[in-house]
């Protein structure tokens, strides 16, 4: 009976603290960063939690995995191994949806945030690059065109889950690691979107096959 009451006790008191959190929970978004218009990015954008979690997962780990692929071959054209390899890594973790998907989510977010990182450091250092280093920042010029494009869709549809969760309070209960990642959501796409163009910008200095392409599909980003 006590244990009964104990686990009554707390799931009280993470639904109280949980849905303080949610009220506190905003999407702050950089004035200098560009975002589709899609509509829906008051409460009135709030619907059905599934509906909405799975179309912002599936943007998320599509983008996310494009950007991954485009930061591996990147770490390879620019020697760095170890980076490379653990890159691959959490490719493969996050791909494996056997694994949990709060998991998976929390494994892309900061992979791509990490790595994106790292690459702007060796990007703005590194200006030579060897013909065998550009066959590699060649195969990524593909997957940081399709990665970005897809990562600017981000915030409209983290600002809708943002929503539905805050219209059905006990929605923080079912969402686990996203209610970390919703906020960070445009932080990170600023943070992609600047590498991104500049991985673009660097393959067309570097005189990197695809450079031209790639520039123009980006447009006037």
Partial sequence: M?????????????????????NALELKVPKNLKIPKTGGTSSAGAGNL????????????ESALDYMEAQFHLFNALEMNDEAGKTRKSIDFVKNKK???GKRLT???????????AIEGALTKEAAISTVAKVHYA????Y???????????????NKLLNTIKADKMAMLKMGSFIKVLPKIPEYVKNA?????????????RDVKGAK?????????
């Fill in 2 to 22: 006590k244990n009964q009451v104990g686990k009554f006790v707390v799931l009280i008191l993470f639904t109280f603290f949980s849905i303080s959190a949610t």
């Fill in 50 to 61: 599934k509906d909405t979690k799975l179309k912002f997962t599936k943007i998320f780990f």
């Fill in 99 to 101: 694994n949990k998907e």
């Fill in 107 to 117: 494994n892309a977010f900061s992979a791509v945030s990490e790595n994106s990182s």
């Fill in 139 to 142: 195969k990524a010029l593909p």
């Fill in 144 to 158: 940081a065109v399709k990665g970005l494009l897809g990562t600017i869709q981000l915030p409209p549809e983290a």
């Fill in 193 to 205: 979107t600047t590498v991104g163009k500049l991985i673009v910008s660097g393959a067309k200095s």
């Fill in 213 to 221: 392409d790639a520039t123009a599909k980006l447009g006037d980003l």
